[in-house]
């Protein structure tokens, strides 16, 4: 009965017609939810999905990402003190720069399984280096599901044949097997002119619940034919990681999995960006941001049980990471967010949970907009205030709340869903 | 409209039969609910209540209590950088050291309401201290309820005119006109022999949402007759702060309007406790701890929705603090506490919610239990692990989960509640 350990409300496809084992609960695609868009072909990368049965079911649920080689490569991964060891792996692989091949195993997160996961992971990764003819700590490897089962070696060695062997197949079906409890496949696509060169940038995503991305989310991959130096390549994914997945929080619970990579196959023929004074540097950063928001958004959007996409805007603060911090506070309180849940401007909550932050704030300057209409200005409530606009913006499916603290220059926007009692349905209601 | 914006469901008192003006929602006594205990009188100490009508409602909200002269007095409040008025003023009355009156409004806050709010305050303590004889700055008051709204300065004008002429009643009349949300009225008792005299200690307290306490909790107030110098109240009272009130959450959210107020008339006729070198001091240290405890538990056993305690035992770990903030992060973990709502042993969101604390964590010594049996241990399942035992146990209302680090001595507990769609119901189905 180890399977009840579960990282999220695993081996549920909802929007799917999937049964499992110890379950049968199907849940309708997020109302949030956005189409799956077009995306280009990367040059320098295959797709190929396989079945592993990691769980008793029947769909795609191993994803193997062939990679030519020179490609760049780099990270950003939970900061979680009890990490998965493919995160463990994964921390010291992007030292090296350069990658092959990804795997990513769904329904099973092989995390809390010591060392016969770790076993799993040295299996796969001698596995795919030896069909490829590279060595194994090129192999990437990812996994999400259950918390606590050792990934089962026979399935992986049987499914990594499988999927060696398999067609290549679309971003589509690649962001249909990584997901779990996800109700639609992610994906998001975005490109940079490098002197005379476009360059593409494609990436998936999956997440739902247990989303509150310390370093990283659940598990995003993007992929680009530019030609960029690794050491460039994360400094830059680590910056877009503190504006974008670093933002974002479904429930507060940050999992013991989240992964970000970035490839880059060179393919593009661009002069390669080696730092912030090579040609096109900016706008390849400003693709990548652009990119890995589009991601994180789409991870909320899909929130466990969401009915409000909500954006936090804090302006005012004595920092931009204190922004982020107070952001976070507001997105993370579960007193506001079941007040935009039933579609209350409550925002006595939100001076709470300004208060709470433990960020410099003074309430005799702070300033609380739904929808762009200030309810409370410089520490008092606004005299007339027309409810009637805000209840109007609150119907809807996209909440814009904003906060101004008056302390200083420090901005910052943090994106989360509403708390419904659907996340109590899919999370306590059903035994997993 | 302003009071749309309220602290938490203010004005539904849930188990009684309450219609508030914009809501009829009656919810039933918490299923964690204890009797109220038999408590002496307190010599020194007189309860009085009275209708003010801080809301549309037919219940006493206004409780004023008389203390004698020479009564000492010590306070923990809020670290919301978004405090009340009454708050702010209450950390600096504790410096004077002394007290002769306590005036609790129920059902408005006066939160974040400005100089106007800061008006409603001033003229209470100026008319209970003409009332009284005394100096406006020992009457002290607290507030709770709606966010936003100024206390209205006529109806606390006739309500505190009218208290003052009111016959004396008992602890549980005390309790409930103090309650907003509350579903049932919440006192402890403890004594302690200081050399050869008995002393008691008595205390009331509401709260069940916006519970986080920060270093206090929603309203707490603790009357003893013992003899004790306020420095030294002071500082036992905060030691007791930090085992007791700062070790529960309901929902992660902290209010700002916390206080915790320790009054001690003397009249028990004991030497005066000075110090820890005072004989006594030990005992009454105990009892106060003691009755912090119990008060701090009700809280959550009237958490929003709650079905089950959580007690979260926390050992291994670098140190007592460290222990504490694990426990917090497990305990505020919605993951965590919807599987305990839905009675499923889950202890990969306990491995999660370990990981996410920030504290000094090894996935690989870490062990969890349910009601006292091992799911993991040293960072691995149990082999053989029995699920039956921690089934049966996961279906009772007292949850035992103990989680050892094997990182160092540091050791702590931390209370809380599951999380369950009554949550949801009250903090989002219903407007307010």
Known sequence: MLNRSIESSCGQLRGRSIITNALAMELETSPL??????????????????????????????????????????????????????????????????????????????????????????????????????????????????????????????????????????????ADAIATTDTFAKGAHSSAMIGETRVELCGIIKGSGMIAPDMATMLGYIFTDAAIAPAFLQEILAEANGKTYSCITVDGDTSTSDTVLAFATGKAGNAQIESWDSAGADAFAAALTDICRSLAQLVVRDGEGASKFIAVRVSGAVSDASARRVGLSIANSPLVKTAIAGEDANWGRVVMAVGKAGEPADRDKLSIAFGGVWAARGGVPVENYDEAPVAEHLKGAEIDLAVELGMGDG??????????????????????
């Open 33 to 174: 939810a956005l189409p799956f868009p077009e995306m280009p072909p990367i040059e320098g990368v295959t797709l190929r999905v396989a079945r592993a049965r990691y769980k008793d079911w029947d769909r795609c649920d191993l994803t193997f990402v062939e990679l030519c080689e020179g490609t760049s490569v780099a990270g950003v991964f939970t900061q979680s003190a009890c990490a998965s060891t493919e995160v463990e792996l994964g921390r010291k692989q992007v030292n090296g720069g350069t990658a092959r091949a990804l795997i990513v195993n769904a329904g099973n997160s092989n995390a809390f399984t010591g060392y016969r996961g770790a076993e799993a992971v040295e299996q796969i990764m001698t596995q795919v280096g030896e069909g490829l003819g590279c060595a194994p700590d090129q192999v990437f490897v990812s996994s999400t599901g259950v918390i606590g089962v050792p990934l089962p070696k026979d399935r992986a060695r049987e499914g990594v044949a499988a999927v060696l062997n398999s067609a290549p197949c679309g971003w589509k079906d690649a």
């Open 411 to 432: 901005a910052g926007t943090v994106w989360t869903c509403d708390l419904t009692h659907g996340y109590i349905s899919i999370n306590a209601d059903y035994r997993s």
